[in-house]
Nanobody, 116 residues
């Protein structure tokens, strides 16, 4: 059974940092690209960062230079290092991947709140 479990969210002041983790089980982790999405209240879920199986990365413009996605295949874990956090980064952050059949899998989400 596929499972994605996020951790690392919390409350931080603007300018601070957090590191999110997502541990995957039930898949051959190294074969898949992984994504971090976020959803703020009243807004659509948006793709924040992606990392391919070959560790190529991509970011939404609003987080470039502040967030870093990485992966540890030995630990079946994908990370999102978030620096210089802003109040507009406040959202629930979700780990995601899509299997080769096009099915999406999601974690339960972790809340990130940035106070001004």
């Amino acid at each position: 059974q596929v499972q994605l479990v996020e951790s690392g969210g919390g409350l931080v002041q603007a300018g601070g940092s957090l590191r999110l983790s997502c541990v995957a089980s039930g898949i051959t982790f190294r074969r898949y690209g992984m994504n971090w999405y976020r959803q703020a209240p009243g807004k659509q879920r948006e793709l924040v960062a992606s990392i391919t199986s070959g560790s190529n990365t991509n970011y939404v413009d609003s987080v470039k230079g502040r967030f870093t996605i990485s992966r540890d295949n030995a630990q079946n874990t994908v990370y999102l290092q978030m620096n210089s956090l802003k109040p507009e980064d406040t959202a629930v952050y979700y780990c995601n991947f899509q299997n080769w059949g096009g099915q999406n899998y999601w974690g339960q989400g972790t809340q990130v709140t940035v106070s001004s």
